[in-house]
């Protein structure tokens, strides 16, 4: 299968903004939909925002909508999860995913056969 590497995350203060990019190996990215997963410590993972293979559509969860924005480079294989007007509420571990697109992105983890190993990402007051 495909590794989607995430050497992105990190701690930041509250109001700040943190880019955490998700490199995807063995796969060409422009044929992928990816998505993007958050967990926090003893809650289940929870949608975050999805994007196209080509970038022109995206979806956003009501938490993060206006804050975070995903965009991809193909051309580099990377997708970015940029991550502004943090709050201490955004703490935890950021889950990049994907999966080959045939017409439809989605909001459940179910779906998506590629995952990254997560990164932390941890916003103090």
């Known amino acids: 299968q495909a590794q989607l590497v995430e050497p992105g995350g990190g701690s930041a203060h509250a109001g700040d903004s943190l880019r955490s990019p998700c490199s995807v190996l063995?796969?060409?990215?422009?044929?992928?939909?990816m998505g993007w997963f958050c967990q926090a410590p003893g809650t289940e993972r929870e949608f975050v925002a999805a994007i196209t293979p080509s970038g022109s559509s995206t979806q956003y969860a009501n938490s993060v909508k206006g804050r975070f924005t995903t965009s991809r480079d193909n051309a580099k294989n990377t997708v970015y999860l940029q991550m502004n007007s943090l709050k201490p509420e955004d703490t935890a571990v950021y889950y990049c995913a994907g999966r080959p697109y045939y017409g439809t992105i989605y909001s459940r983890r179910d779906v998506y056969n590629y995952w990254g190993q997560g990164t932390q990402v941890t916003v103090s007051s």
């Open positions: 063995g796969r060409t990215l422009s044929t992928m939909s």
